[in-house]
């Protein structure tokens, strides 16, 4: 890449990640607030609402967001109004339709969904804003506007987290009106992506067979990818929540929250990786695509290797202080989740490659394999050992995927450098394998964990190349004002 492009590509993953990390800050308080002024069990509820706005949402997405991307990226001045017109066009359709069919499924069915029907109206508000946002959000991203991003992010999650504080202490946080926040935190946000997307001209509603398939052949490998990801990763909650309980569900959430942190700071990463790796991949430059996808594993890697050891060491007293003593029986799901985070970021990484080089059927292809073993799984797991099934399941058709994907790669004729990369874990398992052997003889006190941690960042910050290199430029970079040209 040439000098410029990587300062660019610098200074959108800088900004995109510390925006990211401080929403992740606000998202901790957050849920902190949830855990102490909410029951288990209504929690629990609120998280399954949460996943069927997302199911909804996936639905309706036919892989239009990345497709978004992609053919903004890849067309001219003239050419981007009409495109987002007629892929906005088809989001508005398919939206109406899945709206109408919720409804009819809610009447027709009453009884069995039961006390649940009281939730239609803001669950539907809640999908339907959702999914607009989410398709702009696309557009930001294709037009580089990644300044607007986080601080869009930012106003979501800092409104949010004044609501639950606010109605918390009033001792009003009831299920409804843990909805009714959500509905209006991303509405705001909403409003500001409509205000400040860089669309010259009017945007007109049209669409035509031919336009519809032109975009579907593209789209639609993605959309069945994103639908089996989302399929995977919230089908536990309903398994959970019919084999054990709301509360378990509550668990498995509240477990998820610390590694969902770690990924959406590396989703952000993504989010400046996808532009830059089409452009690479579109114009012929494949030994630079390459290069650019081992630098982004390495530098993530070497970032949250300690994050790692950090959890290891103080997993207990980092859990009570997040989440409540109520919760603090979900450590070990935490540290193993952990695992899965660095599993799938990578098999993330690869498929958006596969995707920018034009091959979205070998994503889609391990996305299935995965999301079979994982379902398949998770129901004989769930049933033995709750929410902690899981954890195990992900873990296992995690592995599976990351394999798979790597197989994908070589026949693209890309390269992974996988002993440079995991060097950073490969030091942080070593460290956490002499801690755990030690403590099977003499606990670790808090003092003494203290000071094998800065011992490790220490000796990891000389060691460790990459780590070295990218606090190196995130130093300098934050020395200057956020800004991208």
Do not use: C
């Amino acid at each position: 890449m040439a000098s410029e492009e990587k300062q660019k590509l610098l200074r959108a993953s800088v900004l995109t990640s510390s925006g990211q990390v401080i929403s992740i800050i606000l998202l901790f308080v957050s849920t902190a607030i949830l855990a102490r002024f909410v029951a288990p069990d209504v929690l629990g509820g609120f998280f399954i609402i949460l996943a069927v706005s997302v199911f909804m949402e996936t639905i309706v997405s036919l892989g239009l967001e990345p497709t978004l991307v992609k053919f903004l990226t890849s067309s001219n001045e003239s050419e981007k109004n009409n495109i987002f017109s007629k892929l906005l066009t088809i989001r508005i359709l398919t939206q109406v339709a899945i709206s109408a069919f919720f409804i009819l499924t809610v009447f027709f069915f009453e009884k069995e969904v039961g006390d649940w029907s009281d939730y239609k109206y803001v669950l539907l508000s809640l999908f339907n804003i959702s999914s607009l946002r989410n398709f702009f959000n696309a557009a930001l991203q294709a037009n580089k506007q990644f300044k607007l991003l986080v601080l869009i992010q930012l106003s979501q999650t800092i409104s949010k987290v004044l609501a639950y504080l606010i109605f918390g202490l009033m001792q009003s946080l009831d299920l409804f009106t843990l909805v009714l926040i959500e509905n209006i935190s991303i509405g705001m946000g909403f409003i500001f992506q409509i205000k400040s997307i860089k669309i010259k001209k009017t945007v007109k509603f049209h669409i035509n067979k031919s336009d519809l398939r032109n975009f579907l052949s593209f789209a639609f490998p993605l959309y069945l990818n994103s639908f089996l990801h989302v399929f995977t990763s919230r089908i536990n909650n309903f398994l959970i929540a019919y084999f054990v309980n709301l509360k378990e569900v509550a668990n498995y959430e509240i477990s998820r929250k610390i590694p969902d942190g770690l990924n959406r700071v590396t989703s952000s990463l993504t989010l400046t990786y996808y532009p830059f790796i089409s452009d690479l991949i579109s114009t012929g430059r494949t030994k630079e695509a390459n290069d650019l996808l081992n630098r982004y594993l390495s530098y993530v890697f070497s970032l949250t290797a300690p994050v790692f050891l950090l959890f290891y060491l103080f997993r207990n007293e980092i859990t009570v202080l997040f989440f409540g003593h109520t919760y603090q029986n979900v450590s070990f799901a935490i540290l193993l989740l952990l695992v899965v985070y660095v599993f799938n970021f990578t098999s993330s990484l690869i498929g958006y490659t596969l995707v920018a080089a034009g091959k979205p059927d070998y994503s889609f292809s391990v996305n299935l394999l995965r999301s079979l073993i994982s379902v398949s799984s998770s129901i004989p797991l769930i049933y033995l050992f709750g929410f902690m099934g899981a954890v195990y399941s992900l873990i296992i058709s995690n592995i599976l995927g990351i394999f798979i994907s790597y197989l994908y790669l070589k026949k693209m004729f890309f390269q992974l450098y996988i002993l440079r990369s995991l060097l950073p874990f490969s030091i942080t398992f070593f460290i956490i394998f002499a801690i755990f052997l030690i403590q099977i003889f003499s606990p670790l006190s808090i003092f003494i964990s203290l000071l094998i941690f800065i011992g490790y960042i220490l000796v990891f910050s000389q060691k460790v190349e990459d780590f070295r290199i990218i606090y190196s430029r995130i130093s300098s970079f934050l020395k200057e004002k956020y800004r991208i040209s």
